[in-house]
């Protein structure tokens, strides 16, 4: 039993062996392609993109209210000042800045690549790592997450602060550090400032726990004790937050069958993307599902003690997705909602973090062998080939998903605001009153949102008036048009 908890131990130790050469050319690789793929996608959405739908709802909020009360100002059913703040600074230093925005989102994205690999470097070193790091940094789910400011601020820093969490965790069960505690403990609140989905975090931990300590049997059962007492405080949460949080309540029959059927969609729809599968709006057969019960039989087949990782994964993947399914959007709308691709980034860096123990061999006394140089060649093509796939599927999958709605806002308003930047800024200048078109702010968000109630966040100086006294208008295509004014009496002298 010793001779097991000291494995457990090596598993977790930062020092390190040195690489071969191919190993180390492989870990280099996979940061550049990463960063390759970030900036392709800033590029492609920075012309593709635009604030949207709710996106107008927070800006205008952090406008109009002082930033304490809009910090504590729910979103829909969530209770996340996180966002609110984010999306107030914005406001404040880049108001109607799509740029700046992707920056923010692909800043927190890249970051959260960075403490992906070196949570993998604590779970367990090995030549795959590089290469979840390129499936983790380059899935087609992140531009789901970048094209839509409101969504991407939710869960990208939610996941960037998990993995701090979680690398805190590891730390903090190797040395007992109480800096690795705080920061496993301070990731956690952080996380959940973001999305309220964080109270799962526990449950990863947990189910991580397990695959570290399943050998030690009941002996191990104090390595158990931080995970608890964090799920109790997540329990806390959710108690303060089913009967006091400022959040919308939804009455609803909860239909477990339903939640059941868009859980196994979810579970369909991430498995297919994550191979880069053609896209199909209504799946017949879950077919994702079967390419993964093959891949689990292969992988265990000559070691039968992954079946205990894939088992702790799965657990964690239907939870995330189960959560979902009982949701108010899926049981007012459907199980298609499972097929929005935001949903399918979040159980992402799960599947690195299980696959990370499921396919890197544990430490052994000696040292592990080099990799094959035709492993190697393999791993590079597999480096360049799927972020290169990755983003044409997404971009396939986002013009067939979303028939170019995001692309038609980004049209109206990049040639609106041109417009805009182009008038006369010595004088007060009047628009009359009018509404976004609905592809700016759908009709499932409320009422039309006027002109007069976004533009000044960005013009402070425009004014808004009757047609006939107005000055110029905006057209249905984003034209800014001149009317002709009446003189006032005045000018008739």
């Keep these: 039993m010793n001779n097991l908890a000291r494995v457990q131990e090596v598993e977790l130790s930062t020092s390190a062996e040195s690489r071969p050469g191919w190993e180390r050319a492989i870990g280099w690789l996979s940061w550049v392609m990463v960063l390759l793929f970030s900036w392709k996608t800033f590029k492609y959405l920075s012309e593709k993109s635009y604030f949207l739908a709710d996106d107008y709802d927070h800006f205008e909020l952090a406008h109009r209210l002082p930033l304490l009360e809009q910090l504590l100002t729910p979103i829909d059913v969530h209770f996340v000042p996180g966002h609110r703040l984010f999306s107030y600074l914005l406001e404040r230093f880049a108001p109607l800045n799509f740029d700046v925005a992707l920056w923010v989102m692909l800043g927190f994205h890249l970051l959260s690549v960075f403490m992906f690999s070196k949570v993998l470097g604590r779970l367990r070193s090995g030549p795959w790592n590089p290469l979840l790091v390129v499936l983790y940094g380059c899935g087609s789910s992140v531009l789901y997450l970048l094209f839509w400011w409101s969504a991407g601020i939710h869960r990208l820093p939610y996941v960037l602060f998990c993995l701090c969490s979680i690398y805190g965790y590891l730390g903090y069960r190797q040395h007992r550090y109480s800096r690795d505690l705080l920061v496993c403990v301070g990731g956690f609140v952080l996380a959940a400032a973001f999305y309220s989905k964080a109270v799962l975090l526990p449950g990863y931990l947990l189910a991580l726990e397990l695959c570290l300590s399943w050998r030690m049997g009941l002996s191990g059962w104090r390595r158990y004790r931080l995970g608890v007492a964090l799920l109790l405080l997540s329990v806390v949460y959710l108690g303060w937050y089913e009967l006091y949080a400022p959040v919308l309540r939804f009455d609803y029959v909860l239909n477990a069958r339903l939640a059941l059927d868009a859980s196994l969609l979810g579970l369909d729809v991430f498995v297919r993307d994550l191979f880069l599968m053609p896209w199909q709006q209504e799946p ?5 599902i079967w390419l993964g019960a093959v891949v689990m039989l292969v992988t265990c087949w000559r070691r039968p003690e992954r079946c205990v990782f894939w088992l702790a994964l799965l657990a964690v993947l239907l939870v995330n997705l189960l959560i979902l399914g009982v949701g108010n959007r899926v049981q007012t709308m459907g199980s298609s909602v499972m097929l929005a691709l935001r949903y399918q980034f979040e159980p992402l860096f799960l599947l690195g973090l299980f696959l990370c123990l499921i396919l890197n061999r544990a430490p052994a006394p000696t040292p592990r062998p080099r990799v094959s140089r035709y492993w190697a060649m393999l791993a590079i093509a597999f480096c360049v080939a799927y972020p290169v796939g990755s983003f044409l599927h997404a971009r396939a999958t986002d013009r067939l998903m979303n028939e170019g709605g995001h692309e038609q806002v980004a049209d109206y308003m990049s040639h609106l605001l041109a417009q805009l930047d182009g008038l006369p800024s010595d004088r007060v200048i009047t628009f009359a009153q009018g509404d976004f078109p609905a592809q700016v702010y759908r009709v499932l ?15 402070p100086d425009l004014q808004f008036a009757d047609r006939d ?20 009496s005045d000018d008739a002298r």
Aim: proline share 10%; net charge positive; hydrophobic share 40%.
């Design 445 to 459: 968000f409320g009422p039309p949102k006027s002109f007069q109630a976004i533009l000044p966040l960005r013009y």
């Design 284 to 288: 017949k057969q879950l077919l994702g």
């Design 469 to 488: 006294k107005a000055q110029y208008e905006i057209d249905a295509r984003g034209n800014v048009l001149s009317l002709s004014v009446r003189p006032s």
